[in-house]
């Protein structure tokens, strides 16, 4: 069993290494893959936290706090916890994320207040002030939920760097704001895409033109990101949020792991302009575009599921559902529809092999040069088998019988006929 305190420790160091290679290989053309480079150059590109860099990083995070808790929208609950008690969410995603792309562009472009470039221009002190800050985040996660819960779904272990790295509330609420919706979604995703619009605008700076190859990586990005707020309240019912107390693990990985290492293959793109042919860019951009209309589909069908108790459409068909009964820890017998027809009767958990692929597909406008621009493939890909082989003994655990018989009926666990 892995210790949260090496993880603690392993984390961001191991993210630092992995973002001060990137960092090195953008400011000093190859370091890592040249013997020449000295001690000295190294130490000169650290990338030290600077005034600048907690200013944007900070400034961003209010912004987002502030539209998240003023710009309107309907309340959603989510799933039924523990508890019992469905955790409220503000459901203003698009609009938000409409006027976050959009104040960045006027902001930058038009208004001058700020450089377009500044996330490249300062990539280096921003992932350091990153990762600083959600140290910080995660030690007041700790305070609040041992002074301050939210709800009943709160768990002490005891022990201060377990509480810390596991965190204590499920949903934790500040000022009425979820707290996981506003790291996770506005401030993690959010910034992922205002990152990448910085990326193009940087090889405009430097050769006068972007590359077809940034504009597929991009473009495809963007109409992810773009599914994702237009999807968000989908995204409450997902691991992360039903399952997965906030704490370090979750905390940390949405502040310092997405905005920065997501955005890995553009950031390369940046000082790689390559022009691809035609074809391939435009065969590229729609085969992940299928990808992310897949991903979106099998999502859209198993809420369509939920929602309705089955009363709905699967492909022209009515669906075919298992009911799994379980207990909540009150003693409420509940029941929720196990959907095994459509995407879902392929795979237990197939909405992993379209995100896969396309993450793929942005990587691939990078070209084979470098390892950099498939580190999120690389990553993704074990995070979301690790993620199934976890949702699965939690379904387990709480169907017991009732999954047994849903696994009879859907074999495959990720990839259909093969996994």
Not at 60 to 83: D, I, N, R
Not at 93 to 113: D, H, Q, R, T
Not at 204 to 231: P, R
Not at 324 to 331: K, S
Request: hydrophobic content about 45%; overall charge positive; aromatic content about 18%.
């Amino acid at each position: 069993m892995y210790s949260p305190l090496a993880l603690i420790l392993a984390c961001p160091t191991i993210c630092f290494l992995i973002y001060f290679s990137l960092y090195a290989n953008v400011t000093l053309t190859n370091i890592f893959f040249s013997p020449s480079e000295t001690l000295q150059e190294l130490i000169r590109v650290f990338p030290y936290p600077t005034v600048t860099s907690f200013s944007i990083v900070w400034s961003f995070l209010l912004f987002e706090f502030l539209l998240l808790k003023f710009v309107p929208g309907k309340v959603h609950l989510g799933p039924v916890p523990p508890s019992g008690v469905r955790p409220p969410y503000k459901q203003n995603g698009m609009l938000c994320y409409f006027i976050s792309v959009i104040a960045f562009l006027i902001g930058a472009l038009v208004l001058n207040l700020f450089p377009a470039t500044l996330f490249y221009d300062n990539f280096g002190p921003i992932t350091s002030t990153l990762s600083i800050s959600a140290l910080f985040i995660c030690a007041l996660l700790l305070i609040k939920g041992r002074t301050l819960p939210s709800g009943g779904d709160n768990t002490v272990l005891g022990n201060y760097i377990a509480d810390y790295f596991w965190g204590i509330e499920l949903y934790p609420y500040l000022f009425g704001i979820s707290l996981k919706q506003l790291i996770n979604s506005r401030f993690g995703m959010m910034s992922w895409n205002i990152i990448i619009l910085g990326y193009v605008c940087k090889q405009y700076e430097l050769y006068g033109f972007v590359s077809n190859s940034m504009i597929v990586s991009v473009a495809l990005q963007t109409c992810y990101i773009a599914k994702f707020f237009y999807w968000e309240c989908g995204y409450f019912g997902s691991i992360d949020i039903m399952h997965d107390r906030f704490g370090f693990m979750l905390c940390w990985g949405c502040m310092c792991w997405i905005p920065g290492f997501y955005a890995a293959p553009t950031l390369w793109l940046v000082n790689h302009p390559i022009t691809l042919p035609t074809f391939i860019a435009v065969l590229l951009f729609l085969f992940g575009v299928l990808n992310i209309y897949i991903n979106y589909d099998a999502d859209r069908q198993r809420q369509s599921v939920r929602e309705s108790r089955g009363e709905c459409l699967i492909w022209g068909s009515k669906p075919k559902t298992l009911t799994a009964r379980y207990t909540t820890e009150d003693g409420k017998q509940l029941t929720n529809l196990l959907l095994y027809s459509g995407w879902w009767g392929t795979a237990r958990h197939f909405h992993y092999v379209p995100e896969i692929l396309l993450s793929l597909a942005w990587a691939l406008p990078a070209g084979f040069e470098s390892l950099f621009p498939y580190c999120y493939l690389i990553f993704l890909t074990i995070l979301l088998f690790d993620r199934a082989n976890r949702d699965e003994k939690r379904c387990s655990a709480k169907y017991g019988k009732d999954w047994e018989e849903y696994r009879k009926r859907v074999p495959n666990k990720i990839i259909p006929v093969i996994y």
